[in-house]
């Protein structure tokens, strides 16, 4: 949800349908050696002192007015709902990645409780409606687009929030699965991430008996735009064929609203050449609207996890999530223990298929989950000393473990405590959207 559009494309040479697909191939992975780090952060944004009132767009602008003039190295965003996004730059360490954001966001607390204003750290609002902040002609195809499948795609843009961990694609690897192995991890971790860091409960003041309530908000979203390719053959050749037959957003114009076809993939577009013919900008365009938990952009964007509460909360997913990928050692321990979820997760791509909803409903509470997190986060600990990580990192990641992982819980859990029944079952009334 952060990629911003460029303006309209002007005169440029059409492009062709075998053209796109050099181009999606070539771009796709960047493969060598793990060396970079990136984390994007999404935040809700809510009253400092009255979190369940709403908060109008006037205070929203002057806020984000006044953070417009502050200096950052991180790149800062607002999302359609008025979230803010803080985007790192690419960092070469865990530690100068962590450091940079957290400077930036001290920045960026202290402008907004200036205003009355606050960061909140849930996967998706548990108060407020689905409401636009922005007003621009990307999000209002965008809205267009997904109101076709329901209201999920509102929330999606409007209600909630996320970390997303960028790394490397990796070494190019001999073997049926090439530079592959860390984009079919990526996937089959995905699962795992998703129920150890479940932190959206809640909707409309009510559990909806889903931990993640944002994971499943994904699921409800179309295949074509929210998931992932297959995952039996080579990346490179499956995610252009799903980026291609995936159907367009918009069709971009100059002047008035944007143009939102219906059923109309960027594959056929070049074939048709209606209702113009698409160029090199219009694919690169395409491909910011496509929302897989897996994107790969050259690095591999993890895109699966929710927002994590407090300040600091955002540093354990990306700690763990970067000594799994890489730590040989621990890339291997990962490995390993995740094989057997490649059948459970069946035909079907994330996150459609019956792992990744397993994961969002219950979480750590799935046995199978639950043991092969504790290995993976035992993992992440041994190999965090050997990616240069502070005490207060490796601290962070072991007091999470001890409070959740371990006991086959999430953050999730600490919101519906309060509603828990005098039998100690959690009062999860189902609230489909």
Same mark, same amino acid.
């Given at each position: 949800?952060?990629?911003s559009?460029s ?5 440029? &040479?059409?492009?062709?349908?075998a ?49 417009? %003039?502050?200096?950052?190295r ?17 960092? &070469?360490s865990?530690?100068?990645?962590i ?24 996967g ?37 929030? !996320? ?8 070494h ?15 996937h ?9 860091f ?8 009510r559990?909806?008996?889903?931990? !993640?309530?944002r ?26 064929r ?22 109309l ?9 209606r ?6 900008d ?8 496509l ?15 929710d927002?994590?509460?407090g ?7 990306l ?13 291997e ?15 079907l ?17 799935d ?9 993976c ?12 990580a ?6 962070a ?7 959740y992982v371990?006991?086959g819980?999430?953050p ?17 009334k189902? %609230?489909?959207?």
């Amino acid at each position: 949800m952060s990629d911003s559009a460029s303006g309209c494309t002007g005169p440029r &040479a059409a492009i062709t349908e075998a053209e796109a697909e050099a181009l999606v191939h070539g771009i796709c992975f960047k493969t060598g050696p793990p060396r970079r780090l990136g984390v994007e952060l999404e935040w809700l944004v809510h009253e400092l002192h009255a979190p369940r009132l709403p908060v109008t767009p006037e205070r929203l602008e002057a806020a984000y007015a006044a953070l417009r %003039t502050v200096p950052l190295r991180s790149a800062l965003t607002v999302e359609p709902g008025g979230q803010l996004e803080l985007s790192s730059p690419p960092a &070469a360490s865990l530690m100068e990645c962590i450091g940079t954001v957290s400077a930036d966001l001290d920045a960026v607390r202290a402008v907004l409780a200036g205003n009355g204003l606050r960061l909140v750290g849930l996967g998706h609002d548990p108060w407020h409606t689905p409401r636009r902040f922005l007003r621009e002609r990307r999000y209002d195809a965008l809205e267009t687009c997904l109101d076709r499948d329901g209201p999920a795609g509102r929330h999606m843009m409007c209600t909630s929030a !996320s970390v997303q961990v960028c790394v490397d694609a990796g070494h190019e690897e001999p073997g049926p699965l090439g530079h592959g192995r860390r984009w079919w991890l990526a996937h089959q971790l995905g699962a795992v991430l998703v129920a150890a860091f479940a932190n959206s409960p809640l909707l409309a003041r009510r559990p909806t008996g889903w931990l !993640s309530t944002r994971q499943r908000m994904w699921t409800q979203i179309g295949p074509a735009r929210a998931g992932a390719p297959p995952l039996d053959g080579d990346p490179r050749t499956a995610w252009t064929r799903h980026a291609l037959d995936a159907p367009v957003m918009c069709v971009r114009r100059d002047d008035g609203p944007w143009e939102v076809p219906e059923g109309l993939t960027f594959r056929q577009w070049t074939r048709l050449r209606r209702p113009r013919p698409p160029t090199r900008d219009d694919l690169d365009y395409h491909l910011t609207t496509l929302f897989p938990p897996v994107r790969p952009r050259g690095h591999l964007e993890l895109r699966m996890i929710d927002a994590q509460p407090g300040d600091h909360g955002w540093i354990v997913p990306l700690a763990v999530t970067a000594a799994l990928f890489d730590d040989p050692q621990a890339t291997e321990t990962a490995y390993r223990a995740v094989k057997p979820l490649a059948e459970r997760a069946g035909p079907l791509p994330a996150p459609h298929n019956p792992l990744w909803a397993e994961a969002a409903r219950i979480g750590l509470a799935d046995p199978e989950l639950h043991e092969i997190a504790v290995v993976c986060f035992t993992a992440a600990l041994e190999a965090l000393p050997r990616l240069g990580a502070g005490t207060e990192v490796t601290d962070a990641v072991a007091a999470f473990q001890d409070r959740y992982v371990r006991k086959g819980r999430c953050p999730a859990d600490d919101l519906l405590e309060p509603l828990r029944t005098t039998d100690g079952r959690a009062y999860r009334k189902d %609230t489909a959207t």
